[in-house]
């Protein structure tokens, strides 16, 4: 696929179905948007893991995986690793997100918050930084 040099996930994304595909590669654009402006994430590291696109900080550690695939129940789900408490602080600062577990922000069909999306990626991508600093987190909107 155009622009993904991993060609595991390029074959990935591919195998989606249409519709699907332009979802999902919405929301990879969106990830590579949000770790591009926010401070201190550095590249991220674009690979496989659980079978799932995966974006990695590899090269700073300030963050955790952000995964995000299809969901099984419709849409597509980002999702990040659930001994975080990362889900638990999406949900008091989001409750009209879809929220699956302590995984995964499922986005359904129909409108996303957009903003709440790019705020929750942030905090994900910058989660050990913040963890190492006493916990400020990047504002939302």
């Known amino acids: ?22 979802r999902l590669v919405d929301l990879r654009a969106l990830v590579l948007d949000v770790a591009a ?8 590291e674009e690979t496989l893991k659980w079978g799932q696109p995966s ?3 590899a090269e700073t550690g300030s963050g955790t995986t952000v995964r995000i695939d ?7 789900a980002l999702f990040v690793h659930c001994q975080t408490r990362l889900v ?7 409750p009209a997100l879809d929220f699956e577990g302590e995984r995964a922000v499922v986005l359904r069909d129909g409108p996303v918050d957009e903003d709440a999306i790019r705020h ?7 989660y050990h930084a913040r963890k190492k600093r006493g916990g400020s987190a990047p504002t939302s909107r």
């Open 37 to 44: 402006a926010t401070p201190g994430v550095g590249r991220l």
């Open 55 to 57: 974006y990695l900080t």
């Open 70 to 76: 299809a969901h099984p129940a419709g849409g597509v």
């Open 120 to 126: 929750c990626v942030a905090l994900a991508l910058t």
């Open 1 to 22: 696929m155009n622009g993904i040099e991993n060609a595991a996930v390029a074959a990935k994304f591919a195998a989606y179905p249409a519709a699907l595909r332009e």
């Open 88 to 94: 638990e602080q999406f949900r008091q600062l989001y």
